[in-house]
């Protein structure tokens, strides 16, 4: 069996600190991304590709739609052994695959594009290190910030129980 030609992607290795200094490093990366392609007219254009079928001004209904591309078509794929990676959104958007952070990263980008401010929350369990990394976003009609989870087969609004600490990006 042949199998096809595989895409080239560029990466980067840098170092990180460990513990969570190493996670606050990721997040300050991932911001510095999603201000990046925020602005890039092909993130740009996909989001406004997805929210295009919702009703204008349906500010839900647009949240939602997104939150669903990246939960539905971005498959979670853990990173790569014993290191901590994160792409950039084009790259996740391109390759369809990514963990906690590509994903959450992805979402905040093509959010942000259409004009939805978004945050990065953090979260420990068991008493340890921040393992896990999520987003919320500005909800204008409400008045509230909504968690985003695109890496859980849940609703909007929903964050994974247990967390013993949480850390929330002042934005």
């Known amino acids: 069996m042949r199998l096809a030609a595989m895409p080239v992607f560029e990466s980067t290795l840098a170092a990180a600190p460990g513990g969570n200094a190493g996670t606050f490093h990721t997040v300050g990366l991932m911001r510095q991304l999603v201000r990046e392609c925020r602005i890039d007219p092909a993130m740009m254009n996909m989001a406004i590709g997805i929210i295009h079928n919702v009703p204008a001004k349906d500010e839900y209904a647009e949240i939602e739609a997104l939150f669903d591309f990246v939960l539905n078509h971005v498959r979670y794929v853990r990173d790569v052994a014993g290191l901590e990676t994160l792409c950039d959104p084009r790259t996740t958007l ?13 979402l905040a980008a093509l959010l942000e594009s259409v004009g939805y401010p978004t945050r990065f929350v953090m979260a420990a369990y068991d008493g340890g290190d921040f393992s896990h990394v999520y987003l919320q ?35």
């Open 94 to 106: 391109q390759r369809l695959v990514g963990d906690c952070d590509d994903k959450s990263a992805l």
């Open 137 to 171: 976003v500005y909800v204008p009609f409400r008045d509230e910030w909504m968690n985003l989870d695109p890496t859980e087969h849940k609703r909007m609004g929903w964050a994974a129980p247990g967390a013993t600490r949480f850390w929330i990006e002042n934005v």
